[in-house]
């Protein structure tokens, strides 16, 4: 039987957040944050759910 996403109540609640503001990214920051903070401690670990978190903050944000 697979492990359970150390993450995925995080995910899940995203999903949930984003589609009762109209994807509203700002309307969602603090669930947002509280992803980000699950998979920085999830690095080097297995998390389909942190792939995409991970790659962002592995790249450098760049300025305009």
Same mark, same amino acid.
């Given at each position: 039987m %697979? +492990?359970?996403?150390?993450c995925? +109540?995080?995910?899940c609640? $995203?999903q949930k *957040?984003?589609?009762?503001? +109209?994807? $509203?990214?700002?309307r969602?920051a603090d =669930? $947002?944050?509280?992803m980000? @903070?699950c998979? /920085? /401690?999830? =690095?080097g670990k297995?998390s389909? *759910?942190c792939?995409g978190? $991970? @790659?962002?903050?592995? =790249? %450098?944000?760049? @300025?305009k």
């Amino acid at each position: 039987m %697979p +492990k359970k996403d150390p993450c995925q +109540k995080q995910a899940c609640e $995203i999903q949930k *957040c984003l589609q009762a503001n +109209k994807y $509203i990214e700002s309307r969602c920051a603090d =669930v $947002i944050q509280a992803m980000r @903070k699950c998979c /920085a /401690a999830q =690095v080097g670990k297995e998390s389909v *759910c942190c792939s995409g978190f $991970i @790659k962002e903050q592995a =790249v %450098p944000e760049q @300025k305009k």
